[in-house]
């Protein structure tokens, strides 16, 4: 079973950057598509970006564009999101996760099997 294993969280303040990883246990990673999600405190998890298993196409919520950047180095199964311009209404926890269809970048997390710890970002005003 493919485990998944967040990092790079952290607090920093708005206008700040911090880059997120995401490390995946099995060689199976670079088959699949992936995807970041995010849970704000007493808020649903949403989709933030997601990432064909080849590296293009990507797909970013409107929220994001512009300011992160999803990448993924398949040599060493790892997946990034890169967080600029930081904004207070960015702080949540951020969770990766695997796509179940090799084929499509989905926003619905029911189309998402495998799902790593979380890692917590706060962005202070």
């Known amino acids: 079973q493919v485990q998944l294993v967040e990092s790079g969280g952290g607090m920093v303040q708005a206008g700040g950057s911090l880059r997120l990883s995401c490390a995946a246990s099995?060689?199976?990673?670079?088959?699949?598509?992936m995807a970041w999600f995010r849970r704000a405190p007493g808020q649903e998890r949403e989709f933030v970006s997601g990432?064909?298993?080849?590296?293009?196409?990507?797909k970013y919520v409107d929220s994001a564009k512009g300011r992160f950047t999803i990448s993924r180095d398949n040599r060493k199964n790892t997946l990034y999101l890169q967080m600029d311009s930081l904004k207070p209404e960015d702080t949540a926890v951020y969770y990766c996760?695997?796509?179940?269809?090799?084929?499509?970048?989905?926003?619905?997390?029911?189309?998402?099997?495998?799902w790593g710890q979380g890692t917590q970002v706060t962005v202070s005003s």
């Open positions: 099995s060689g199976s990673f670079s088959i699949y598509p």
């Open positions: 996760a695997r796509g179940r269809a090799a084929f499509t970048i989905s926003e619905n997390e029911a189309e998402y099997d495998i």
């Open positions: 990432i064909m298993y080849s590296g293009t196409p990507t």
